[in-house]
């Protein structure tokens, strides 16, 4: 079906609009078009809800967060859904993804499939694609815990010399200075040799329907959300944080123009961006922590556990042999706690012979913070953690969605604002109704 139309789902993962009308997008044509021509999307209304993961399984399934029943990032391996990419390569479309958000590779043939780095199902069957979602998560992952490991960078490198784009070289070589002082800018690095490995997979003539997410910008809002022009509030980032001058909100958003300008220019695709839902800053000062080396802190405190999976942020979770082991350390972690008895794990759902488990103290740790468990204090508690972010950025259901006229007419419309949850049918209708 090579002859068919063709659709490009590009996800700007949290990307405020709104935030963007606030400054001068005159030097951001593209950016500028796709904001002046968007609709206002909603999702859920419950905040808990509120989850990338949550909602953009909405957008791929067509299931609101109740009918799908997934919360937490990486649980879709449980589950089998008759999400957007199944339901058309089982219609003879050809179809691939790059780095969809909580989707379970339940395909057949992709053209290609790149997990996200935080789920673990399997990638399409060639070199390259397993080399990049590999590396991609050891990677981030790494980073997250500020942990520097020579081989993922030369695995990075080999990625970069197959797939970077000659004409962004400029924008890397600036990517890579700026990150030497700015850790931030690694992101957008990172999204940017993302956008060079999906148009260069991308360019099979048999694809159909094609997918990009970019979370480059929900990481900048949630770290620095404060500091941009949509923060009319007193409360601020402090100077050890980030200078006051300075908004990486905008100061990222050429690199997003120039990603933008290669889907609005292509002429053989249909082009949909969307965000899924939307940031706005946060309303209190709240620290986010992870775990440097999560494996050796649970030994620490003498857990009896078979194996930690790292998620994004502060989550990760524990297996166990059997459920008794995952009762006691359930029991070990709710325990655990400052001296004004602030919980350090304020969530650890028991599963079973799991435990679903987030770092949810929200202070400053300093060097004089201590935790204890049943009186006995942890010691150095302060070098077993990293600071993720001072949070910037809280969730909002309104989201944003642009597309050409062929794909408007398919979306479900109400009062100009368009539920996440049609996104999945218009696709599917696209396609169909040819």
């Not at 209304?45 to 299931?63: D, F, R, S, V």
């Not at 770290?223 to 100077?239: E, G, M, R, T, V």
């Amino acid at each position: 079906m090579s002859d068919k139309k063709k659709l490009v789902l590009i996800a700007l993962n949290e990307l405020n609009f709104d935030a963007l009308k606030l400054y001068d997008l005159e030097n951001l044509p593209n950016l500028k078009k796709v904001v002046n021509n968007s609709k206002s999307t909603f999702s859920e209304t419950e905040y808990k809800k509120l989850e990338p993961w949550i909602q953009w399984l909405t957008i791929y399934t067509g299931l609101g967060a109740d009918e799908h029943n997934v919360f937490r990032l990486g649980d879709i391996n449980k589950k089998n859904f008759n999400d957007i990419f199944s339901n058309l390569e089982n219609s003879g479309f050809k179809v691939g993804a790059i780095s969809p958000m909580n989707l379970n590779n339940n395909l057949s043939n992709p053209v290609f499939f790149i997990p996200d780095p935080w789920t673990n199902t399997k990638s399409d069957r060639s070199f390259f694609s397993k080399l990049i979602s590999k590396t991609l998560s050891n990677f981030i992952n790494n980073n997250a815990n500020n942990r520097f490991e020579i081989k993922n960078y030369f695995l990075l490198l080999l990625i970069f010399l197959r797939f970077f784009s000659l004409k962004n070289i400029i924008l890397y070589t600036e990517l890579i200075f700026k990150s030497l002082k700015h850790k931030f800018y690694k992101a957008i690095f990172l999204d940017l040799l993302l956008h060079d490995i999906f148009c260069k997979m991308s360019k099979k003539k048999e694809l159909n329907f094609s997918h990009l997410f970019l979370n480059g910008i929900a990481h900048i809002q949630h770290h620095y959300f404060l500091n941009s022009k949509l923060n009319n509030s007193k409360i601020k980032n402090p100077d050890w944080y980030i200078r006051k001058n300075q908004d990486p909100f905008f100061d990222v958003l050429i690199y997003y123009d120039k990603i933008i300008k290669d889907y609005l220019s292509d002429n053989s695709s249909e082009i949909v961006i969307a965000t899924g839902l939307t940031q706005v800053p946060y309303d209190r000062v709240k620290f986010y922590y992870r775990l440097k080396k999560h494996d050796n802190f649970l030994k620490t405190i003498n857990l009896n556990f078979k194996q930690v999976l790292p998620r994004m942020s502060r989550d990760f979770l524990i297996l166990f042999n059997d459920n008794n082991s995952a009762i006691q350390a359930e029991k070990i972690l709710s325990k655990i706690i400052d001296e004004n008895k602030n919980k350090l794990f304020g969530i650890v759902e028991n599963r079973g012979n799991e435990l679903f488990v987030t770092l949810t103290y929200p202070f400053e740790i300093k060097a004089q913070t201590k935790f204890k468990i049943n009186d006995v204090e942890i010691k150095n508690f302060q070098n077993e953690v990293s600071l993720v972010a001072i949070k910037n950025g809280m969730h909002s259901p309104k989201g944003f969605i642009y597309s050409g006229n062929d794909f408007k007419k398919y979306l479900t419309q109400d009062e100009n604002e368009i539920d996440i949850k049609s996104i999945h049918k218009a696709i599917i209708s696209f396609f169909k109704n040819e």
